[in-house]
C-alpha cells in the first residue's frame, strides 16, 4: 500500500471517529436536570395545574431536596422535607416554568410570594447595583404576591433612614494641603474594624495656613433605582472630628445645585463646624435643593490659620431619608421588570405527588426576555415563602445556595441549556463543526496528492 493510501486511510479512520463520536455520544447524566426528547411544548394551560401531558416536552425537569420547617400550621398540616420539581420548556414564542412544591403541604397563603430571577445573557454580577444595571439587559426578574394575586409591590409606604459613606477616592480632591489615608479613613469602621482618622495638613498660602476639599458624592452609586430616589426627603451630613491646635475656622460649604460656589457668607451654605483640639460631632443639613440635576452632593470642606494645623476627621457619612422597598424575604430589592406574563397555582396532586401540595405554573414571553436564546444557558434562581420555608427563616429558594436568596450574585444561579436533547442532535445545530472537520481532511489529502504528484 502506498503512503498516500495509509495516510489517506488514517485520516478516514480519525473522520469516522470524531463523526461518530459526535452522532451516537450521550451526555452523562445530571441529577439535576434531564433533557426531555423533545424540541417544544405544544400547548399548555396555564391554571397552575400540573399534569403529564402537558409537561412531557418539557426540555428539563429538575428534581432538588427542599430540608424546611416543619411546624405544623393552624389546621395541624405539616410540611414534608423531600423531592420537588422545576420544569422548563419552550415553544417558538414564549419560555414556560413549571413549580411542583411536593412539600408544600400546609394550605395557608397567608404572606405568600414567588419569585423568579433570570440571567438569560450570562451575565456576570455580584452586587445589587451590578445586577441592576443588568436588568432589561441581560437580568431579568418577576416577583408575584400569591396572597393578594399582584405583582409584588416594590416601594413602601413607610420611610427609613439610610446611612452612606464616602465609597472611592474618586469623590473628593484637595485643591489647598495635602491628605493622609483615603476613603475608608473617612468611615467610623472598615471591614469589622476601627479605622484610623482621615488626617487634613494645612498648606501656607502668603500668611496663613489653609485647606481646601472638595467632594461629591454620586447618589445614583447608593439610590440606584429611581423608584427608590424619588422618595428622597431629607439628607444630613455628620462629621466628628478634631485639631491638633486651636485655629481660626474650619467650615463646611454646600455648593449650589448648578455645580457652583455660592457665596461664602451665606450662613445657609457655608457652616462652621469644631476649631478645638477635641473630638466633636457636626451636623449638617443638607437642601435637597443643593443636589445637582444628576444626583450629586457636593460640598467642601476649608480651614484657615495663622499657623500650621492638622485637622483630624473620626468619620463622614450622610443619613438619607427615604421610603424603604418592600422586602421579600431576603431579597432586598425585589424588583420586577417581566410585564407580560401568565401565572397560576392550585393545591392538589401531580404526577410527582399523590398529597394535595402547592403548584405554580408561569408563561413569559420570548419578547419579554432581553438577549434571550435558545441556544445558550439560561440562568434562574426561584424562592418564594408561604408556609413553606427553611428552618428558622421566611423563604426557601432553589439555586446554587439555599442559606441566602442571593440573585444579585451570578454564580449562585443555576444554568441550563434550552437546546433540547432531541434538538442537540439535528445535524444541523453543529452542520459547521462537521463541514469545518471534512473541509480540513480534504485540503490535506489535496496538498498531500500535490507534493505525490
Known amino acids: 500500500m502506498s503512503k498516500i493510501n495509509i495516510k489517506l486511510a488514517f485520516l478516514s479512520i480519525i473522520l469516522f471517529s470524531i463523526i461518530s463520536l459526535y452522532l451516537f455520544s450521550v451526555p452523562s447524566e445530571d441529577v439535576k436536570a434531564k433533557p426531555k426528547p423533545s424540541c417544544s411544548i405544544e400547548y399548555i394551560n396555564i391554571d397552575g395545574n400540573i399534569t403529564d401531558e402537558e409537561w412531557s416536552k418539557a426540555v428539563h425537569k429538575i428534581k432538588f431536596y427542599l430540608d424546611i420547617d416543619n411546624t405544623p400550621d393552624y389546621n395541624g398540616d405539616i410540611n414534608v422535607d423531600g423531592y420537588n420539581y422545576l420544569y422548563l420548556g419552550k415553544d417558538e414564542n414564549n419560555t414556560y416554568f413549571a413549580l411542583d412544591l411536593c412539600g408544600d403541604q400546609s394550605f395557608n397563603g397567608t404572606g405568600e410570594w414567588l419569585g423568579v430571577w433570570l440571567n438569560t445573557y450570562n451575565r456576570e454580577f455580584d452586587s445589587y447595583k451590578e445586577w441592576y444595571n443588568y436588568l432589561n439587559d441581560g437580568t431579568e426578574s418577576l416577583i408575584y404576591n400569591i396572597e393578594k394575586n399582584q405583582e409584588w409591590t416594590f416601594i413602601s409606604k413607610d420611610t427609613s433612614i439610610y446611612y452612606y459613606y464616602i465609597d472611592d477616592n474618586s469623590e473628593f480632591s484637595t485643591w489647598y494641603g495635602s491628605t493622609e489615608g483615603n476613603y475608608t479613613n473617612l468611615r467610623y469602621m472598615w471591614q469589622g474594624e476601627l479605622t484610623k482618622d482621615f488626617n487634613i495638613t494645612s498648606e501656607e498660602i502668603g500668611l496663613d495656613h ?30 466628628k472630628s478634631k485639631v491638633n491646635t486651636s485655629i481660626l475656622e474650619q467650615k463646611m460649604i454646600l455648593w449650589n445645585s448648578d455645580g457652583t460656589l455660592p457665596a461664602l457668607d451665606d450662613p445657609n451654605q457655608v457652616i462652621p463646624f469644631n476649631t478645638g ?50 422586602y421579600a424575604g431576603p ?16 393545591f392538589g396532586a401531580s404526577p410527582n405527588c399523590p398529597e394535595d401540595h402547592r403548584m405554580f405554573e408561569l408563561l413569559i414571553p420570548k419578547s419579554e426576555l432581553e438577549h434571550y436564546e435558545d441556544n445558550q444557558d439560561l440562568g434562574i434562581t426561584v424562592g418564594g415563602y408561604g408556609t413553606l420555608a427553611f428552618k428558622g427563616t421566611n423563604y426557601w429558594c432553589f439555586s446554587e445556595i439555599d442559606t441566602w436568596i442571593d440573585v444579585e450574585v451570578s454564580e449562585h444561579y443555576l444554568y441550563y441549556s434550552m437546546i433540547s436533547e432531541k434538538e442537540a442532535k439535528i445535524p444541523g445545530y453543529n452542520l459547521y463543526f462537521i463541514i469545518a472537520i471534512l473541509g480540513a481532511v480534504a485540503l490535506i489529502l489535496l496538498k498531500k496528492r500535490e507534493i505525490q504528484n
Open 210 to 239: 489653609i485647606y481646601w476639599i472638595n467632594f461629591s458624592i454620586d447618589i445614583n452609586n447608593w439610590a440606584f433605582f429611581p423608584e427608590i430616589r424619588d422618595t428622597l426627603s431629607d439628607i444630613t451630613i455628620y462629621m
Open 331 to 346: 431579597v432586598s430589592y425585589p424588583y420586577s421588570t417581566i410585564n407580560n406574563y401568565q401565572i397560576n397555582w392550585s
Open 277 to 326: 483640639i477635641g473630638y466633636i460631632q457636626d451636623q449638617f443639613n443638607y437642601g435637597l435643593g443643593n443636589l445637582t440635576a444628576d444626583h450629586k452632593l457636593q460640598f467642601s470642606l476649608i480651614g484657615n490659620n495663622t499657623d500650621p494645623f492638622k485637622t483630624q476627621i473620626n468619620f463622614l457619612n450622610f443619613h438619607f431619608i427615604m421610603n424603604r422597598t418592600n
